[in-house]
């Protein structure tokens, strides 16, 4: 039976670890993880994103994706998002769900991410 994600895969494209680790890292604030000494030589890398894990895949013929996205639970939202901008980051704050405060990014590549605030 399932009972829950383990982890999300984001594509990106072959040397794309330093802007990961920038973005995904530094201004999401998701900490790094070691990935499996097997599988780095795929490149990318791991982030712990609450209970899961965030994965940055290499895809040598990456697409970003607009439409299907992750959406990621932020506390300190207002914080999380003032950081954002102030790195030149466009943010697209959706008020569609009554109640719900979320926004929208692109990572450095073009992906889509969904950013939630859970006070």
């Known amino acids: 039976m399932i009972r829950g994600l383990d982890h999300v895969q ?5 040397g794309c670890e330093p802007a990961a680790r920038r ?3 530094k201004l999401l604030g998701l900490p ?4 499996p000494e097997r599988l780095r030589s795929r490149g990318g890398m791991w982030f712990r994103c609450g209970e899961q894990q965030l994965h940055v895949g290499v895809d040598r013929r990456f697409v970003p994706a607009r439409k299907a996205h992750p959406a990621l639970a932020a506390s300190a939202y207002d914080a999380l998002l003032a ?12 008020d569609s769900i009554p109640g719900v405060r979320r926004s929208y990014v692109h990572d450095p590549w073009g992906n889509r991410l969904e950013l939630v605030d859970v006070p």
């Open 23 to 25: 973005f995904y890292g």
């Open 83 to 94: 950081r954002l901008r102030d790195a030149g980051v466009g943010v697209e704050e959706d």
């Open 10 to 14: 984001i594509a990106a494209p072959p």
């Open 32 to 35: 790094e993880l070691e990935k």
